[in-house]
């Protein structure tokens, strides 16, 4: 309560200074939001250092299926095999790796493109068009009796393709 200096009454707040205190409380709520949410994404995406995590490797399919020249999707690893035409394996995620959103390969224009910022990635996973600083992520690939399989525990990070990031089925005599 405020008292008028003139008449010594009580002067009761008015409207705009109550105002103005609600609007303080509601900046402040909405910047406890903020840094709340900036901790908790920050926290989710602390690196893993892989002692707990275990491996989990999915069944892609025959490599018979798989012809050279070829990417297929791989719904349950949400990941790309690419068959290239020598025949090399890659295990593409589907996470581009600007922003990582979701990338859909463009089988017409033969590359991935992300539809979030305009990243075009060839059939390596390797960037054509930036704003991507780097290729795409790779998943460790194990060829068991003619059957192609896909560790998507354990993504691996890259600069750019290398050709000894292809993985070759073994030739049988």
């Known amino acids: ?43 989710s995406s602390r690196k893993n250092d ?40 890659l295990a593409i995620s589907r996470k581009c790796t600007h922003l990582a959103c979701a990338v859909p390969w463009v089988a017409e224009r033969n590359q991935f493109e992300c539809p979030c910022h305009a990243s075009i990635f060839d059939k390596t996973g390797d960037v054509i ?9 790779l998943y460790p690939i194990s060829i068991e009796n003619d059957m192609v399989k896909i560790d998507i525990s354990r993504p691996t990070k890259r600069a750019s393709f290398a050709s000894d990031q292809l993985v070759y089925p073994e030739e049988t005599a």
């Open 129 to 137: 068009k930036s704003p991507a600083p780097r290729a795409l992520n």
């Open 50 to 89: 892989g002692k707990d995590t275990e491996a989990v490797i999915i069944e892609a399919g025959d490599i018979n299926t798989f012809l050279p020249g070829t990417v297929t999707l791989i719904h349950a690893g949400n990941c790309y095999l690419s068959r290239l035409d020598d025949g090399g394996l």
């Open 1 to 43: 309560m405020i008292i008028d200096k003139k008449d010594r009454s009580p002067v009761l707040p008015g409207r705009r200074s109550f105002l103005s205190k609600i609007w303080i409380g509601l900046g402040i709520v909405a910047l406890a939001e903020c840094i709340i949410g900036g901790i908790s994404f920050f926290a």
